[in-house]
């Protein structure tokens, strides 16, 4: 009889667990969704809305020029102002399906434009289960 209700509670336990961690890697993917859709519609701000999280590290990766600028917000309104700084004509570029693995998401794009900023990586983490964004990285196509 023992052996029944342990064997029973084991089960339970390891389909409970497996149905949690799908459950979260859902909400990533869709959450990775609204992040890409923001950056493309140029408006960062609209992710403040319901924002859990601390602050928000933007990397921005040059192509030609050596180098990478970072910077640290405590909002994404600002993150965006920062991000769109001289960059009326610009493409943004945020093609490719997203992955996401472990505390990261990654889009993947084949080629590089000039005159572009390419969306790559989203780190992200968790605060009583919702995801919150801990960096956005960026290349530019220069």
Same mark, same amino acid.
């Given at each position: 009889m023992k052996?029944?209700?342990l064997v029973i509670t084991f089960l339970?336990?390891?389909f409970g667990l497996n149905a949690f961690g799908q459950a979260k890697s859902e909400s990533v993917q869709k959450f990775s969704g609204r992040v890409r859709q923001a950056f493309l519609a140029r408006d960062l701000a609209r992710l403040d809305t319901g924002?859990?999280?601390?602050?928000? %590290?933007?990397?921005?990766? !040059?192509?030609?020029?050596?180098?990478?600028?970072?910077?640290?917000f405590t909002?994404?309104?600002?993150?965006?102002?920062?991000? =769109?700084?001289g960059r009326t004509d610009s493409n943004?570029?945020?093609?490719?399906?997203i992955k996401? %693995?472990?505390?990261?998401?990654?889009?993947?794009?084949?080629? =590089?434009?000039h005159n572009s900023l390419?969306?790559?990586k989203i780190t992200y983490g968790y605060v009583k289960g919702r995801p919150y964004? %801990?960096?956005? !990285?960026?290349?530019?196509?220069?």
């Open positions: 052996t029944k209700v339970v336990l390891a924002k859990v999280g601390g602050s928000i %590290r933007i990397s921005i990766e !040059h192509s030609i020029a050596d180098g990478t600028d970072v910077k640290s909002n994404f309104k600002q993150a965006g102002k920062w991000l =769109m700084r943004l570029v945020a093609k490719g399906n996401c %693995r472990v505390t990261t998401c990654t889009l993947t794009s084949k080629g =590089m434009l390419y969306l790559k964004v %801990r960096a956005i !990285h960026f290349v530019d196509g220069d």
